[in-house]
């Protein structure tokens, strides 16, 4: 078994080998996977943080050995916090910015490690806040299908990514999030932190949101934004109608 890390700030995990294929999530700085093929320019993964299968560019990572790979499951990095934390390359001299999620592989004082290259991470990496904090920093984020950031994001990559910076990991897409936790009987019982599900017509969950209290709710559609919820569904004050059908509610911790 072969396996790797990313040493960029964000890369895209596409669905196919080629550039134009679809963007089904992204992997941050420092996640590590399994590498399962090659394929010209393309090298077929496993991440080990929600084990997520795509393709990524074979320059867009570095090979990570298997002592390696060992240590880095048996103890997680630390995170970064803020929406972009500065790290400087010190082979180049050059800056990446890296987004909020970012794994700092075998941190050392201010230096994390990824195979030869060092970091110096620039500033605080900030810490972990609560859970409302933590949602609304994603405020306004443009929806992107397949994102994880700041500045792109889809309604299960929110609800991972605040998730992930509370220290509780979620898998990727909202399908395979309502197959975890457990059932909230009712929206009467919900709690802060309760993740509401919505279905299609036949019946297939397709969006997710954090609950804040049993009648609002955060979410990613067009954009990080705080709607009106009841047992219908989101109640959208923009387009004056319901958006989305509530099918059931998890709850994680």
């Known amino acids: 078994m072969e396996y790797g890390i990313c040493n960029l700030s964000i890369i895209p995990l596409r669905a196919e080998p080629s550039d134009r294929s679809e963007q089904v999530s992204q992997v941050l700085f420092g996640e590590i996977f399994e590498i399962k093929e ?7 993964i496993i991440t080990s943080f929600d084990n997520y299968s795509g393709w990524i560019g074979r320059l867009q990572f570095i090979m990570l050995g298997h002592l ?6 048996q103890t997680p990095s630390p995170l970064t ?11 180049n001299n050059s800056i990446l910015y ?11 004082g201010t230096t994390c490690r990824i195979g030869t290259e060092q970091f110096e991470i620039i500033g605080e990496i900030g810490e972990t806040e609560n859970l409302v904090l933590t949602a609304t ?31 509780i990991n979620l898998l990727r897409d909202a399908g395979m999030q309502a197959e975890q936790g457990y059932t909230v009987t ?41 709607d009106a919820i009841d047992e219908k569904g989101i ?4 387009l004056k109608r319901y958006t989305h059908k509530l099918c059931t509610i998890k709850r994680m911790f």
């Open 186 to 226: 009712s929206l009467h019982d919900t709690r802060l932190g309760d993740l509401a599900f919505f279905d299609n017509t036949e019946g297939k969950v397709v969006h997710v949101g954090i609950m804040l209290n049993n009648e609002k709710i955060i979410h990613a559609s067009g954009k990080v934004k705080i």
């Open 38 to 44: 090659w394929k010209d320019n393309w090298v077929q």
């Open 98 to 108: 890296l987004p909020a999620g970012s794994s700092l592989a075998f941190l050392e």
């Open 235 to 238: 109640y959208s004050e923009e």
């Open 137 to 167: 920093s994603f405020l306004n984020a443009p929806y992107l299908w397949g994102g994880r950031t700041h500045f792109g994001i889809d309604c299960s990559g929110f609800t991972q990514a605040v998730f992930k910076l509370q220290g």
């Open 68 to 73: 390696a790979y060992k240590r880095f499951k």
């Open 81 to 91: 916090y803020r929406p972009v934390t500065q790290a400087w390359k010190i082979a």
